[in-house]
């Protein structure tokens, strides 16, 4: 079955939306529940602010390395889901289950799987 990376995007909580959004908790608790026991939760995790995130870029043979992320949006991600599903349909039906597709964006996108590397579904068949 392919992999579908589902990626969760909003903006940043302030203090009153960060209250409303942690009281929806038990959707997120059912949601990953339900995927697991569905046999398609291969992984997820949330991730800390924006002002946790360091991004390193290499311009002109120089490495640059900048406090936040590069991307100039209100939006930005927050975590992620890595799904094994039998197709995008199954793959875009659990992404609009997401609670955060209310009032963010759910990026859904396939896993390309790369011949011969270790722990890709791509290894076995180059072996």
Same mark, same amino acid.
């Given at each position: 079955?392919?992999?579908?990376?589902?990626?969760?995007?909003?903006?940043?909580?302030?203090?009153?939306?960060?209250?409303?959004?942690?009281?929806?908790?038990?959707?997120?608790?059912?949601?990953?529940?339900? +995927? &697991?026991? @569905?046999? !398609?939760?291969?992984?997820?995790?949330?991730?800390?602010? %924006?002002?946790? $995130?360091?991004?390193?870029?290499?311009?002109?043979?120089?490495?640059?390395?900048?406090?936040?992320?590069?991307?100039?949006?209100?939006?930005?991600?927050?975590?992620?889901?890595? +799904? &094994?599903? @039998?197709? !995008?349909?199954?793959?875009?039906?659990?992404?609009?289950? %997401?609670?955060? $597709?209310?009032?963010?964006?759910?990026?859904?996108?396939?896993?390309?799987?790369?011949?011969?590397?270790?722990?890709?579904?791509?290894?076995?068949?180059?072996?």
């Amino acid at each position: 079955m392919p992999q579908y990376l589902l990626l969760l995007y909003a903006e940043e909580p302030n203090p009153e939306e960060h209250e409303r959004r942690e009281a929806e908790m038990p959707r997120w608790v059912e949601l990953t529940e339900n +995927l &697991d026991s @569905a046999g !398609l939760l291969l992984g997820s995790n949330r991730l800390h602010p %924006v002002d946790a $995130a360091t991004t390193v870029r290499i311009r002109n043979e120089e490495t640059e390395i900048l406090d936040g992320p590069f991307a100039v949006t209100k939006e930005c991600l927050g975590g992620y889901y890595l +799904l &094994d599903c @039998a197709d !995008l349909d199954q793959a875009l039906k659990q992404a609009a289950k %997401v609670p955060l $597709a209310r009032y963010g964006s759910v990026e859904v996108r396939p896993i390309m799987y790369v011949p011969g590397r270790v722990g890709e579904q791509g290894a076995a068949a180059a072996s």
